[in-house]
């Protein structure tokens, strides 16, 4: 008379492209634009170790419309994987206790968000001004 | 109650996990800025010169030892972090059983990682 | 125009032994404006069909015992008003992931046994007694802890958690916000202890950062935070265990 019988409703199987989960999802697989511009660096480095024709052939494909429209996509997915990554880390860090206070993780994403910005910038001015 | 520490083994998930949130910290960091000097202001000759992308001076990059390590690190911990997402993204859709996509990705990253340290090997100092 | 007042619920119900599977049945509730989901679901009780069954006490968000589904997301029902969510029927389901016993009723014993697990008590680094007088704590040490002793243990974030919903021996949010309630207080030596009981895959392990348990939590606790900040201790808790001597 008393035993129980649970019934268990099982979760659909496309949660992950719904709301909430499909922000989530579409975090996550903006970090995969990360390694396919891994890959990007990674046939330039075998075209470099075939020799000066093979690397003729990589640079031809970099300066191609198809190269430059995939970069520009990279480069918008990379931004938001840049975004996110900075939502999430006050998730994975103990609690910053500055005078006796817990710091708002929104400052702390805001000031790493920045901090990133000033990096990438960096690294790009130091390149233009190398190569100058 | 059994102690909870007991059948508990430990999970090898932290070395990819650790990967993974380097991978995660580089490209944050430098990815925009390394997408648009090699993929849009280079090859477009915005800013930089032609000889940027000539054979000689990627040659040179790649054989200075500091230009493998940076090479190295960004190809190998790039794929590491697309890896893991990827990975964990299709164990949400169910694509596949769980060895078969840890094969196409973890298992890519690591062929990527071990091929990476051959060429750099291979093209000399 | 409808009737202000009156107030469509579209409640699952489930009678173990009877229905094969859980359905809907639709109720009708006068004086809509002013009440709760939880007080709708009382003059349900009291006035339509005395068999509804669901989870309640405090009436003030406090005991943790009434959430529930309502329009597909987890909340508390004694603090949701009617009059707050859009309008035509509203639905009142079981909180997702876990298995339903009745009607709007869940198992908790699986919860109960992962709040166990985590020793969910002070381990004191040194024992004091009475004439020692008490631990002290500064508010900066109390800081440090103290929103993740806020958990109710209402379970929204486990609804939440389609990792849970995945996996139902994965630790989940809520206990681990209880982990990290003792493992962040300076009064507590058991954090090796704690760190031991969820470095597997059914541990901190089974987390992909989704966050949306931090999103649902009624008392702002940052479940998330609590897992994932363990993900980093157990990560390094993971070499560094090669240095430690025990
Ligand atoms: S962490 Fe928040 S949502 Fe989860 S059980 Fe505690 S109070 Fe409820
Ligand atoms: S009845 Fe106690 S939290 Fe709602």
């Not at chain 1, 996509?73 to 817990?102: D, R, S």
């Not at chain 3, 107030?7 to 809907?24: C, H, K, M, S, T």
């Not at chain 3, 990792?163 to 630790?171: M, S, T, V, Y």
């Not at chain 3, 969820?198 to 348990?213: F, K, L, Q």
Request: hydrophobic content about 45%.
């Amino acid at each position: 008379m008393n035993e129980s019988r649970p019934y268990r409703r099982p979760q659909p199987g496309n949660w992950w492209a719904k709301p909430p989960y499909r922000a989530y999802t579409a975090r996550e697989l903006s970090g995969v634009a990360v390694a396919i511009y891994g890959g990007v660096l990674f046939a330039g480095l075998v075209s470099l170790a075939r020799g000066p024709e093979n690397w003729a052939g990589y640079v031809g494909f970099l300066k191609s419309p198809t190269s430059l429209a995939l970069h520009v996509l990279l480069l918008a997915a990379v931004v938001y994987h840049v975004i996110t990554w900075f939502q999430t880390l006050p998730k994975t860090m103990p609690k910053l206790i500055v005078n006796g206070e817990a710091v708002p993780a929104k400052k702390i994403t805001g000031l790493a968000t920045l901090l990133a910005g000033a990096t990438s910038l960096a690294l790009v001015l130091v390149v233009l001004g190398v190569t100058r | 109650m059994s102690g909870p520490a007991r059948d508990n083994p430990r999970s090898i998930s932290p070395i990819f996990w650790l990967l993974f949130g380097a991978g995660g910290m580089v490209s944050a960091l430098f990815g925009p800025a390394l997408i648009l000097i090699t993929g849009l202001l280079a090859p477009t000759g915005t800013g930089i010169p032609e000889s940027f992308l000539s054979y000689d001076h990627a040659l040179a990059f790649a054989r200075n030892p500091i230009g493998k390590l940076v090479l190295l690190a960004v190809i190998a911990l790039f794929f590491w972090h697309g890896a893991e997402r990827l990975f964990l993204t299709l164990k949400d859709m169910k694509a596949g059983p769980s060895l078969v996509l840890k094969l196409g990705t973890y298992g890519v990253a690591a062929a990527v990682t071990l091929a990476t340290i051959g060429l750099l090997l291979a093209i000399g100092f | 125009m409808p009737d202000p007042a009156k107030r469509e619920l579209r409640i699952l119900r489930y009678q173990p032994g009877v229905d094969a599977a859980p359905a809907f049945g639709t109720f009708w509730v006068e004086n809509a404006e002013n009440l709760s989901v939880l007080e709708a679901l009382q003059s349900i009780k009291d006035t339509l069909d005395g068999s509804l069954a669901f989870r309640w006490s405090c009436r003030m968000a406090v005991c943790g015992s009434c959430g529930m589904m309502i329009n597909g997301a987890p909340k508390l029902a004694c603090s949701t008003l009617l009059r707050d969510l859009p309008p035509g029927p509203v639905t009142v389901e079981p909180l997702n992931n876990f298995p339903i016993e009745r009607d709007l009723v869940i198992s908790v014993g699986g919860f109960v046994k992962k709040i166990e697990s985590i020793y969910p008590y002070i381990i004191p680094k040194e024992p004091r007694t009475i004439a020692q007088g008490p631990y002290l704590q500064t508010p900066a040490q109390l800081a440090a802890y103290e929103s993740f002793s806020d958990c109710i243990n209402c379970m929204l974030c486990y609804a939440a958690c389609p990792q849970f919903g995945e996996n139902p021996d994965f630790i989940g949010p809520g206990a681990m916000a209880l982990l990290q309630r003792y493992n962040g207080d300076s009064r507590d030596a058991g954090r090796q202890k704690r760190l031991d009981a969820i470095h597997g895959e059914d541990g901190v392990w089974s987390c992909t950062a989704v966050g949306i348990c931090s999103e649902v939590c009624p008392k702002s606790v940052d479940p998330a935070n609590a897992v994932n900040q363990n993900k980093t201790n157990s990560a390094f808790d993971f070499f560094l265990r090669f240095l430690r001597k025990e």
